[in-house]
Each structure stands twice: as C-alpha cells, then as structure tokens.
C-alpha cells in the first residue's frame, strides 16, 4: 500500500512550529509520512535535525519536504545576483535535509512564489534561467541522495509550471534520476481538463501526490472525483506517497500566504483537526482498498 502523509500545517496558521510535536502526533493518528516546510531547517543546528530525524525513526514516521520559495531567492529571476543566491539557498536546505536523512523536496521550488514582476506574459526567459538553476542544483541533490519533486500548481501561485505536461517537460530538461513531478488534486482541479489524463501523462515519472479538495479542506468533503482520481493513480500503478496538504484556518503566516480567508472547518481546534485528520487517512485508505489490483 502507499505510504501516507500529512502536512504539518493542516494544524498550524505559522510555518514554523513545533516539529516534535506533529511528529508525535502523525504517529498516534496512524500516518506513514509527516510534511513540512523546509526552509526551517536552515535555522536547525545538525544536531537538532538529527535529534528530529531520530525521533521519527522512533515512531515510524518519514519526513518529508516542501516549500514555496521566497522572492528573494528566486531562482528564475532575470537578475543573476538573484539567480545565484537563490541555488546556493536550495543547494544549503539540500544539503541540511541530507543531515537528516530526508530525500524528497518538492512544492514551488523552481521560481520564487507567485508571478515576477513587471511579467509581460513571456515565460520563457524565466523558464530558461529555472532551468539553469536547476542544473546546478540538482547536482547537490543528486550527490545527496535527494529527490527533486517540480510540482504543477495553479496559476495564481507560479507562471512557470502549471500543468503535468510542463512538469514533465521542465523535467526532461533537466533529466536526471534525482528530478521528479509531484501532481496536487487542488492544483489540477483549476488547471488540468481531465485529472485522470494528467495522473496517466504523468506516468512512472510521478514521484509524488498531494491530495487536497477543491477548496483545501480535506479529501471527500468537497466535489473533485476521487473514483477518477484513485483509479487513474491505479492505472499507472503508482506505489509512492501521497500526502493530504489541506489548509482550512484563516489567519497567520499560512493563512495570508494560502489565501485562506475564513476558516473551513467551525472552531478549528486542534481537537477537531485531529478528528478531521483521522477521517481523511480513513478515506484516503478506504478509496486505496477499493482500487487494489
């Protein structure tokens, strides 16, 4: 069966937080995976990644990356003093996941968040700089045994890869072992005509999924089709994770950056999030069981 995970910030409104604690937790519900921002790790001691990473061993529990990469760093910028920061910055959370034994990053990892400035509607001279960034930096990543997940995500948080089809191809630029598409059921629900089609494109090319409803909340509380959805992930026969990444509190550092302006859940506590998070690993099991060969 599919390992599955959950995003350490369904329960927190700021990116930073108490990874122990989730850690912990994602154990007790019965989670195979816990996700969480990367960036944080560059402010970890080693020694505080590796009492993390033991921690984890401790109660069955992978850890897993992502991020959403500031401006500042942005990788396809058209300024190369940018440009360079920003692979020295991937290539040092790279090498700080190393340390703690994580081998995949994913999210908007090729180009700072959102569109660049002053963009005119001609994406590819940025592609053309991500993708030299990229070169570079999946050198580290190779060398660290990391997989480098491009994730297609909507149009309102990058211009650069939107759909399977420009993951695939941003990847076949790049081609190497360690570069790999991650899909998400948000972000396909606005972008892709047929969900089902883009999980086949995607093929054994997909190295992750995150699963999300139409609006964020949790897998089967909104309207996407998750018979479409688990029965192409059984077409290809995909065996790797999937991680639910739902956001439902407004408020904080997720809530501005996530764009999520009420909350999706009534009195989101952390009691009901936990609830909440149990029937969406429930589900998530249940729709895998059905579509078992």
């Avoid at 993708?131 to 930096?137: L, T, Y």
Wanted: aromatic share 10%; proline share 2%; charged share 30%.
């Amino acid at each position: 069966m599919n390992k599955l995970g959950i995003f350490m910030n369904f329960w927190e409104k700021n990116w930073d937080a108490d990874h122990a604690k989730y850690i912990r937790k994602a154990a007790q519900i019965g989670f195979d995976v816990l996700e969480f921002q990367a960036q944080p790790l560059l402010e970890m001691t080693d020694e505080k990644i590796r009492s993390l990473k033991a921690l984890a061993d401790d109660v069955g529990i992978e850890l897993t990356y992502s991020l959403g990469l500031d401006r500042a760093y942005d990788v396809s910028s058209l300024d190369e003093n940018i440009r360079k920061g920003g692979v020295k910055y991937l290539q040092d959370i790279i090498r700080k996941m190393h340390i703690g034994g994580g081998t995949l990053l994913s999210g908007v990892s090729y180009a700072g968040w959102g569109t660049p400035d002053n963009f005119a509607g001609d994406k590819r001279p940025y592609l053309e700089q991500s993708i030299k960034s990229m070169r570079e930096i999946i050198k580290v990543a190779e060398e660290c045994g990391v997989t480098y997940c491009v994730e297609a995500v909507n149009r309102f948080e990058t211009c650069l890869i939107n759909t399977a089809r420009e993951a695939l191809d941003y990847a076949s630029e790049i081609d190497s072992p360690n570069i790999g598409v991650l899909l998400d059921t948000y972000h396909m629900n606005i972008e892709e005509n047929s969900i089902g089609d883009a999980i086949r494109l995607a093929g054994d090319r997909l190295t992750s999924f995150h699963t999300g409803e139409n609006n964020r909340t949790a897998p089967g509380r909104g309207h996407l089709d998750w018979d479409e959805i688990f029965g192409a992930l059984a077409d290809i026969g995909y065996s790797g994770r999937i991680v639910s990444e739902p956001f439902v509190m407004a408020g904080g550092e997720v809530g501005r950056d996530i764009h999520v302006y009420r909350d999706l859940i009534a009195d989101p506590t952390e009691e009901k999030i936990d609830e909440e998070a149990k029937y969406l690993l429930n589900f998530e099991k249940e729709m895998i069981q059905k579509y078992s060969k």
